[in-house]
């Protein structure tokens, strides 16, 4: 049993460094038809490394030929297979402006912008690169406004403004935290003002209305009855929004509690 394990190990080796070797072989020679005939094999084989070496040497061979088409769309796709979402998003788009009336066109110039999206990190990073997403899949959509594609752009860009909108949720709740209540009450308002489909608003009603409550128990005597008044009225349009809310009891206890103040002044 352990002979025959060696045998194919040996085997296997020796077929990896024939291939190997042909391959260099390949790269070296000046037969450019093989090496497109080799370069969609790879390619077909997932082999994207393999293929974009040869695609790098026939893309320039084949510019103006009837090739060029197919060759710069495997060239896209091979950048997509390795997981180089932002070179393969350059190529797709460039795709689309060398070839603007191919049928690959509007995938291309969809899959310019995906790549975009699969390249925005997560909320806690910097989103410099989710807005630049956002961006590249609206034009997407502006320009292919009755593509089948679009339901699914619009999908993306969803998820990116959700993403955007935890960041900013999260910014705002770390003011609160810091006890840092008037820089927290502007944040979570520009949430909803810029997000207001975010999946967060009832949180954010509620840590508005306590960030009210805090800045105006903390607060100089000037501007302690407008700052009592904005808590009622941020209470208010909680209750109005989320009546049967988990936070409700908490926040009736604040709102008396104002009430009362208002009332004794």
Not at 46 to 66: C, N, P, S
Not at 89 to 106: D, G, L, Q, R
Not at 128 to 137: F, G, N, P
Request: net charge positive; proline share 2%.
């Amino acid at each position: 049993m352990i002979k025959k394990s060696l045998v194919i190990l040996i085997a296997f080796v020796g077929f990896t460094v024939v291939s190997c070797s042909k391959y260099n072989r390949l790269l070296k020679s000046d037969d450019y038809a093989k090496k497109l005939e080799m370069a969609i094999y790879y390619y077909e084989k997932t082999d994207y490394y393999r293929a974009l070496q040869l695609f790098d040497d026939v893309i320039a061979v084949y510019r103006g030929k009837e090739q060029a088409e197919k060759i710069h769309y495997y060239y896209a796709y091979c950048y997509y297979g390795q997981e180089d979402y932002l070179i393969a998003s350059y190529h797709f788009k460039n795709f689309s402006k060398i070839f603007p009336n191919s049928k690959y066109a509007e995938e291309c110039l969809y899959m310019s912008a995906y790549c975009k999206y699969l390249d925005s990190p997560v909320y806690s990073l910097d989103q410099s690169s989710t807005y630049e997403a956002i961006k590249e899949l609206q034009a997407f959509i502006n320009f292919y406004p009755k593509s089948e594609r679009v339901a699914e752009a619009n999908k993306l860009i969803d998820d990116l403004r959700a993403k955007l909108a935890k960041k900013f949720f999260e910014t705002a709740k770390l003011y609160y935290k810091i006890e840092s209540y008037n820089a927290a009450q502007i944040a979570f308002n520009n949430v909803l003002k810029d997000f207001p489909e975010t999946s967060f608003k009832e949180e954010i009603l509620y840590y508005i209305v306590k960030s009210n409550y805090y800045l105006a128990k903390n607060s100089v005597e000037s501007k302690k009855n407008e700052r009592l008044n904005n808590v009622v009225t941020s209470y208010n349009n909680f209750v109005n929004v989320f009546p049967q809310s988990k936070y409700l009891n908490e926040l009736q206890g604040m709102y008396k509690n104002v009430l009362s103040e208002i009332s004794s002044n």
